[in-house]
């Protein structure tokens, strides 16, 4: 039986260690929280700050780990890169895992492949951060160079706006810097490429829809197929695959973002080195694709083939993200969490899940951790699964009192 290190256990890794061990694969599990879901899923669960590879490689170093991998943790990335190194394991790199992690060391590397990607400058302080939307122009946006989750994001309307918004940005990045990037008005898509010893395998795109205001980085709607098509379409596929290999991204799964612009522009916003936003369930729905199979067996350096990739039907897929204002869902301290029978019993309906626990605060929605849980749907088209997991969310039973 091989063994495998899924670094982070919070909620959004619980499935690949479902997945993991449904392979028969025996799981080692390491988070600093005691309380993260996923350690209870594991065989081999251990509490260990992942911040620290060393303290990793200390914990699991007696347990013949085969493979090393994370799908949803950002900051486990480069963790992941350097215990598979320590280990003499498959992995992505650790140049590589610091390219698709820091969002400066990206651009500068896109950049030298000519890859299309809004203007940019690198931001430390308010003083900077003025004199950057001279040279980025406005509207703009200004991130930390090295965060995820749409920490310390800010929408850039004028110089001023941009120094106010340093200290934030800078204090979410532990590098210390910020990013001012062109904001670029299009349609966002979210990416799947699939690497394989060089060779790109895959490249899949759907639809990132966010709401407006201050959670405007946030997605809250992903959906199957794209808006754009024909010629767009397949400039945004090349510009994601490009991209990647760019990146140095060998073997792996990259996730790319990219932005369709309605002049017919693509320009690329991030590329990171997991699978992101639930694109695995959006694949399985859609396609009926195990993406998490495959991650695991690029982390076993077991081939991937086409059997593994290829559809095993196609239509359309709507991920409604539950989060309040803009979304449905009341801001407040939950009181009541209801059982979901009715969400999934509604038309059209292939999954659902609500996150909240009693006890904690719903509020506006501001980052990735505001999303409360999801609703996925089908339909003929892509307007009418969308429809669907906006009726069905409407059903999610989630009662609050004022915080």
Known sequence: MKTVLVVGAGRYQRAVIRRARELGLRVVAVDRNPDAPGL??????????????????????????????????????????????????????????????????MRSRLAEAGTP???????????????????????????????????????????????????????????GEAVLEEFVEGTELNGIVVVQDGEVLATILCDRLRPSGRGFGV????????????????????????????????????????????????????????????????????????????????????????????????????IRFLTAEPGTLTVGRVTRIGPLDEVLAAPGVLAAEIYSEVGETIRPVQIISDRRGYVIATGDTRDEAVERADAASLLAQIDVEPA
């Not at 943790?73 to 190194?85: F, K, S």
């Not at 090349?238 to 932005?259: E, H, N, S």
Request: hydrophobic share 50%.
């Open 219 to 318: 997605s809250w709607l992903h959906v199957y197929p794209t808006t754009p098509q024909g010629a767009q379409l397949e400039e945004a596929r090349r510009v994601a695959a490009d991209a990647v290999r760019a990146l140095g991204l060998r073997t792996g799964i990259g996730f790319p973002q990219i932005l369709a612009g309605p002049d017919g522009r693509v320009a690329l916003v991030e590329c990171a080195a997991r699978i992101g936003g639930m694109m695995a369930e959006h694949l399985l729905h859609a396609f009926g694709t195990d993406l998490l199979e495959v991650a695991l067996r690029l982390a076993l350096a077991e081939p991937v083939t086409e059997e593994h990739l290829r559809p095993r039907f196609e239509r359309p897929v709507a």
């Open 40 to 105: 209870r899923l594991a065989d081999v669960p251990r509490v260990v700050d992942f911040r620290s590879p060393e303290a990793v490689l200390e914990n699991v170093r007696d347990l013949a780990i085969d493979g090393v991998l994370t799908v949803q943790a950002e900051r486990a990335v480069p963790m992941v890169a350097a215990i598979a190194e320590a280990l003499d394991l498959p992995g992505i790199g650790v140049e590589t895992a610091r390219l698709m992690t820091n969002k400066l060391a």
């Open 117 to 175: 990607q809004p203007r940019f400058a690198t931001v430390r302080t308010p003083d900077e951060a003025r004199a950057a939307v001279g040279v980025v122009g406005l509207p703009a946006v200004l991130k930390p160079a090295d965060s995820a989750g749409q920490v310390g994001l800010a929408r850039i309307e004028s110089a001023e706006d941009a120094a106010a918004a340093v200290p934030a940005a800078v204090a979410a990045s532990p590098s």
